[in-house]
């Protein structure tokens, strides 16, 4: 079929009361793409030969787009997330404005970016990109808020997000548009997604508030996903959101949100 989206779901959330190997069996087994987080901590021989499908990983262990010793730091772990990519035939590697640490915050909390930090996180964007184009992968950068998850993190918003990877304009370099992210930083969805449609490399859902799946919240994701089918996006969406209680009735209604955009 052509047309469509296709939905992925992330083991790190779902199926919290198995080991990591069978929750992404459960993902897979349904017919959906898987996404990692950190895969320093996993077995990723084991991951290769589960047969399933991987969707996007964290592209960096360490560092940052702007501090020298950072930016050093995040092209070293970027080249050795790339290899474990080609391991698993994934496409996408998540990247942010800095590190994150434990419960998501930043490694080094920046309050004010300077215009200096926007031209150097440009250059390293495009470094990275550079580095993808060569493995046959993309780079995603991925929107965050700051007012409840990621305070203090840099470059943080969909807009700063877009105006990033508008920026370098390289074909390795997409955003990836995590709408719960924006709904709390920003709104006006389905309006975001229009504009950076051009530059998306993979969509991320949850509802507002608690980021459990669609139906739990604000968020009308049955229209979102009609906008996507209208303005033609035929990309990944994601479900990186936690179970409000049973992790199958989440994917159900994950899907039930998406159906009307589905391949």
Request: glycine share 10%.
């Amino acid at each position: 079929m052509t047309g469509g989206v296709d939905l992925a779901a992330c083991a790190e959330m779902l199926y919290l009361d198995l080991p990591m190997l069978e929750r992404i069996r459960r993902i897979s087994d349904r017919g959906l793409l898987v996404e990692i987080w950190d895969w320093s901590n996993k077995d990723i021989d084991a991951l290769a030969s589960s047969g399933a499908e991987f969707s996007s990983m964290t592209g960096y262990l360490t560092g940052n787009l702007t501090e020298p010793d950072g930016i050093a730091e995040i092209l070293a772990s970027a080249a050795r997330s790339l290899d474990v990519a080609d391991r698993l035939a994934c496409p996408r590697l998540n990247l942010h404005g800095t590190g994150l640490g434990e419960g998501g915050l930043p490694l080094r909390p920046v309050q004010v970016v300077t215009p200096t930090m926007w031209l150097t996180a440009a250059d390293t964007l495009r470094t990275l990109a550079e580095l993808g184009e060569k493995a046959g992968r993309t780079f995603v950068l991925e929107n965050l808020n700051v007012a409840v998850d990621h305070p203090g993190t840099p470059f943080a918003s969909a807009a700063d997000t877009l105006s990033l990877v508008r920026a370098v304009d390289h074909p390795h370099l997409r955003m990836n548009l995590d709408l719960y992210h924006a709904q709390i930083g920003e709104g006006n969805l389905i309006e975001s997604v229009t504009e950076a449609l051009p530059y998306i490399g993979e969509i991320q859902v949850a509802d507002v508030p608690g980021r459990c799946e669609p139906g739990t919240g604000e968020v009308n994701y049955a229209a979102v996903a009609s906008a996507l089918k209208r303005i033609g996006y035929t990309g990944v969406v994601g479900l990186e959101a936690w179970a409000s209680a049973d992790s199958d009735d989440a994917l159900d209604a994950f899907e039930t949100a998406f159906a009307a955009a589905r391949r």
